[in-house]
């Protein structure tokens, strides 16, 4: 880092992190370029194939997951907070490659718990095709990111540009992403009271749920934000 002619951080939370980290680095050198994606593969499907395939409802509008296994992504948090959903919300989780057997074993409990207690989680524990996401994120009602941490958390943007809502933490690089109240809910993660930030983000997941016309407005909001900020014609300008 000190050494380098320039360094470029994904988002300004990464850029103070890293300033942060190394106090000895010339702000000056230390550039943003964000993220970007292909908002031409990403963008909404109306094929249902794959759902079908991996035995998700179809026309039962859901609450999507995506990604690893691992504490940072909060997936734990997130199947607390969904024993506040309201009833009727399915809960997709398209989750594998857990960090440790144990963190694996504690989502399999985690899951089975909430699927007897309220019912409605479909668990693809396995590695998904991108086409199968694209159509996972497509006929999703919103996209949840209860991550601990992301430097940009470009999951949320591949969802936004398939026109889905988004309710995520608000931490590293996601609130340049999301944009709170007009392409989806944002919530205050604090370490110290993760109770609150899952009864905080249930509420958020109910009160998205609760109103499908403003869900709808912002997943229209979020595609166009995905296309115009961070396709990749813009990342490269």
């Known amino acids: 880092y000190e050494n380098a002619a320039a360094i470029i951080a994904v988002s300004h939370g990464m850029r103070a992190d890293v300033l942060d980290c190394y106090p000895n680095v010339d702000p000056a050198k230390v550039h943003v370029v964000h993220n970007g994606i292909d908002t031409e593969q990403y963008r909404p499907q109306t094929s249902t194939a794959s759902l079908e395939r991996l035995g998700v409802p179809v026309g039962d509008p859901y609450v999507l997951f995506v990604g690893r296994i691992t504490r940072q992504k909060g997936i734990n948090h997130l199947l607390r907070a969904a024993?506040?959903?309201?009833?009727?919300?399915?809960?997709?989780?398209?989750?594998?490659?857990?960090?440790?057997?144990?963190?694996?074993?504690?989502?399999?409990?985690?899951?089975?718990?909430?699927?007897?207690?309220?019912?409605?989680?479909?668990?693809?524990?396995?590695?998904?095709?991108?086409?199968?996401?694209?159509?996972?994120?497509?006929?999703?009602?919103?996209?949840?990111?209860?991550?601990?941490?992301?430097?940009?958390?470009?999951?949320?943007?591949?969802?936004?540009?398939?026109?889905?809502?988004?309710?995520?933490?608000?931490?590293?690089?996601?609130?340049?992403?999301?944009?709170?109240?007009?392409?989806?809910?944002?919530?205050?993660?604090?370490?110290?009271?993760?109770?609150?930030?899952?009864?905080?983000?249930?509420?958020?997941?109910?009160?998205?749920?609760?109103?499908?016309?403003?869900?709808?407005t912002m997943g229209v909001a979020g595609r166009e934000r995905a296309v115009t900020e961070f396709g990749w014609h813009a990342i490269a300008e």
């Open 83 to 216: 024993r506040d959903f309201d009833p009727g919300i399915p809960l997709v989780l398209a989750a594998a490659a857990p960090d440790t057997p144990e963190m694996g074993q504690e989502v399999a409990d985690a899951v089975d718990e909430l699927n007897a207690s309220r019912g409605g989680v479909y668990w693809l524990n396995s590695q998904l095709e991108r086409s199968d996401v694209i159509e996972l994120l497509s006929h999703a009602l919103l996209f949840a990111c209860p991550s601990v941490y992301e430097p940009l958390g470009i999951v949320n943007l591949e969802a936004m540009a398939c026109e889905t809502p988004v309710v995520a933490s608000a931490v590293g690089g996601i609130p340049e992403v999301v944009v709170d109240g007009e392409t989806g809910l944002l919530v205050e993660f604090n370490p110290d009271d993760t109770e609150k930030f899952e009864a905080d983000f249930a509420a958020a997941v109910n009160q998205v749920a609760g109103d499908r016309a403003v869900a709808e």
